[in-house]
């Protein structure tokens, strides 16, 4: 028959009374067995168990009640019963996670981080890596967990295969570094990502871009490549440069491209990796760089562009293929003046490096635009001496009856030309003798030399001639040019009235030795200083074709013509200086600088901004400098806009 609870209850009591407790648990297990959601009972059954010592037995009454109250949703009650549990044994794993659970549940996370840590400490001692690794995941899971939890979890995760939930944690962790501050950290956090997900794109793109954003190069390598890049500036343009450092020039260009294509406004991103090549001894491979903007600049039909571009590139020196360059851009450009330029440096260039033929070549296009030019004459002699012809001067004179010079009697026997011995290119100036006001207006002087009257644009030819000019002569009408006479002047009879002194050669001729130069260049500055301007800008420019005088020569020109307002002229002579070594590192530096100011002074907005830029990057805070290049930068952004 049925048992009554009543009675049950009553008589186990009576026995607990009488201090006989076993009896009373026998009562309260007869009764659960036939009603065993009992839980007053079970609760009873508990404390008499810890009564007689049974902690097992008790802990295992109690927390059958509390998880009856946990699976009813009656958390307070079964956080209760748990602690009860717990308190008569404080190592049970299933108590400790049942709090720990009902403690996130009631958002109390620091009772729930210290439940889930006593079972952590409880598995890893008993060696149950994996439970602990659970632990490790809850704890990581928790709201507001910090960077070092997330992380640990993360890599418990790992550890368990369970890859979805390791990335999860591990971008959470990388995320919580980064607002940390810890920069290199969160991008290791981020890179065990890409590890988890190696055909993430996404992820890939995110790391490489902070990489490229730290400045590392080397670890963005390992995960950059085209596809990841796409049409991203920033990446595409890392991955220019990291393909630059390992030598994978075809690489790069075709990535530098896409890069000016994705961001034509960043043209000088790519400018200045030519200038770190050009600064590392690669002028090559630095001008295949300048080649992608320019080529750039004129499919867009930004002619203006290119054109700046190579002749920033050309300010350190001639090159063959940037001279080339310019010379076609210019043509199609329809930039008479700049073609002219180019043209003539192209043709010293390769007359220079000995190509004979291609300087003929390209003297012989410039004398069909000036074939009344003496120093084209020059040139093309020059030309046909490196191709081997037998007799170079009568090859000048076939070539300018060709054209129409003149007539055949007129053309000197010979045609001297004052070339340096030494094999650095000097180009011609053509400041001092303006080719189109070369006139013969008066019959040789006392010393046999024609006087030739000069026209600059700036000043009164009385100033710059030190006042030998305005002698009341009207000018007589142009005649035909005698050109044995012109071509002559170039490196044969001087033009200058005052005599040399002793021992030091007429400016205007050959100039072998530096001491020579050193003379040539003391007396410059003293005819200078005596007001003879005119013999003094001479003799500077004979010093200057002696490579031991060229650099304070060229120099020292270039701040006259400043001085007097002929800023073109001064910037050919800066170039000149800036091509060769100077004496100390802070000349050189006031040489770049002055070039700069000067390209600004003319409107060369582009070639001034590139020379700047390497003044700043050779010594920060170099003068003005930087508030030179801001305000470039600002008139160079205005004028794209």
């Known amino acids: 028959m049925p048992i009554d609870r009543e009675t049950t209850v009553r008589q186990a009591e009576k026995l607990q009374r009488q201090g006989r407790p076993d009896l009373a648990i026998a009562e309260y297990v007869r009764l659960l067995q036939e009603q065993p959601r009992d839980w007053n009972a079970i609760n009873a059954l508990g404390d008499l168990y810890l009564l ?45 996670l049942r709090l720990a659970e009902i403690a996130a549940a009631q958002e109390l996370l620091a009772d729930a981080r210290a439940y889930l840590r006593r079972l952590w400490e409880l598995r890893s001692e008993r060696g149950d890596g994996r439970g602990a690794a659970e632990c490790l995941i809850r704890l990581a ?117 896409r890069f000016v294509v994705a961001a034509p406004e960043r043209g000088a991103d790519v400018l200045r990796l030519a200038g770190e090549l050009g600064r590392g001894g690669e002028p090559e491979r630095a001008f295949a760089c ?48 700049v073609l002219q330029e180019a043209q003539e440096r192209l043709a010293d260039a390769y007359i ?78 053509d400041v001092l003798v303006p080719e189109v006001d070369v006139m013969l207006t008066e019959p040789p002087n006392e010393s046999g030399v024609n006087e030739i009257a000069f026209e600059f644009e700036d000043i009164p030819i009385e100033e710059l001639l030190g006042g030998t000019a305005g002698t009341g002569r009207e000018k007589e009408a142009p005649t035909e040019i005698d050109l044995s006479s012109a071509i002559a002047a170039i490196g044969g009879t001087g033009t200058h009235t005052t005599a040399p002194g002793p021992g030091v050669k007429a400016a205007g001729g050959v100039v072998r030795t530096a001491a020579e130069a050193a003379e040539i260049y003391e007396r410059a500055l003293h005819r200078l200083e005596t007001g003879q301007v005119r013999e003094g800008l001479a003799d500077l420019e004979d010093a200057a074709r002696v490579p031991a005088l060229r650099f304070q020569a060229s120099a020292r020109l270039a701040r006259e013509y400043v001085r007097r307002g002929h800023t073109h002229a001064a910037i050919q002579w800066l170039e000149h200086a800036a091509d060769v070594a100077a004496p100390t590192r802070e000349d050189g ?10 390209l600004d002074a003319v409107g060369e907005s582009t070639r001034a901004l590139a020379v700047l830029l390497e003044v700043e990057a050779d010594q920060p805070g170099y003068r003005d400098v930087q508030q030179r290049l801001e305000a470039l930068s600002k008139a160079e952004d205005e004028r794209r806009g």
């Not at 009640?65 to 404080?90: C, M, R, T, W």
């Not at 600049?297 to 310019?326: C, E, M, N, T, Y």
């Open 352 to 429: 220079e490096t000995g190509q004979g033929e291609k300087g003929r070549a390209v003297t012989e296009a410039l004398l069909v635009r000036a074939p009344e030019s003496s120093v084209h004459a020059a040139r093309l002699r020059r030309a046909f001496e490196l191709s081997g012809e037998g007799d170079p001067d009568d090859a000048v004179r076939n070539t300018l009856t060709r054209l129409g010079v003149g007539h055949s009697a007129v053309v000197p026997e010979s045609v001297p030309v004052a070339i340096p011995e030494d094999d650095v290119l000097v180009p011609e100036m």
């Open 589 to 598: 530096l006031a040489v770049l600088y002055e070039l700069g100011v000067a």
């Open 141 to 257: 899971l928790l709201p507001e967990a910090d960077a070092e939890t997330l992380l640990a979890g993360a890599r418990a995760s790992k550890a368990l295969e369970d890859t979805e939930q390791a990335v999860s944690l591990f971008r959470s962790a990388a995320e919580a570094l980064q607002r940390a501050g810890r920069a290199a950290a969160a991008l290791d956090a981020l890179s065990q990502v890409v590890a988890l997900e190696p055909s993430n794109t996404a992820t890939r793109r995110q790391l490489v871009t902070q990489y490229v954003a730290a400045g590392d190069l080397e670890n963005a390598g390992r995960l950059l490549d085209a596809d990841t890049a796409a049409t991203d500036p920033d990446l595409l343009l890392a991955l220019g440069q990291i393909e630059l450092a390992r030598k994978d020039d075809a690489a790069a260009r075709s990535t530098l491209t």
């Open 290 to 337: 300048i080649e992608i903007v320019v080529d750039d600049a004129v499919l867009r039909g930004d002619w203006d562009r290119a054109i700046d571009v190579v002749q920033s590139f050309l300010v350190h020196g001639p090159h063959l293929p940037a001279l080339v360059k310019l010379v076609q851009i210019a043509a199609e450009a329809g930039h008479d003046e």
């Open 52 to 96: 007689a010592g049974d902690v097992d037995r008790a802990v295992g009454q109690f927390v059958q009640i509390a998880d009856h109250l946990f699976n009813e949703g009656f958390f307070p009650k079964a956080a209760a019963v748990y602690k009860k549990a717990l308190k008569s044994k404080s190592d049970h794993e299933h108590t400790l």
